[in-house]
């Protein structure tokens, strides 16, 4: 069983930062993209950064140039650091992974998201 536990999320000041980690557990093969998802509150779940295997990136229009996504693969984790933080980036957030494991065919799985709260 594969399990991805996200950390760093907490109530931050609008222009301020965090640091949110997901590491990846269990009987793990190789792991492919590495994804941070967020759901504000009464909207879809949204992509907001993916990192590949050789280290591409892409984010959301609504975070370029904010937020930077990292992955350190002996560790089985990725980051995101988010700067400038502002109120409409409140919401839980996901980290998902493609992921093959032993005895698993190749899924991708979900952390169990952490809140980030932006607000005065």
């Known amino acids: 069983q594969v399990q991805l536990v996200e950390s760093g999320g907490g109530l931050v000041q609008p222009g301020g930062s965090l640091r949110l980690s997901c590491t990846a557990s269990g009987y793990i093969i190789n792991i492919y993209d590495m994804d941070w998802y967020r759901q504000a509150a009464g909207k879809q779940r949204e992509l907001v950064a993916r990192i590949t295997t050789s280290g591409s990136t892409t984010y959301a229009d609504s975070v370029k140039g904010r937020f930077t996504i990292s992955r350190d693969n002996a560790k089985n984790t990725v980051y995101v650091q988010m700067n400038s933080l502002k109120p409409e980036d409140t919401a839980v957030y996901y980290c998902?992974?493609?992921?093959?494991?032993?005895?698993?065919?190749?899924?991708?799985?979900w952390g169990q998201g952490t809140q980030v709260t932006v607000s005065s």
């Open positions: 998902n992974a493609d992921v093959r494991a032993v005895g698993r065919p190749r899924s991708s799985y």
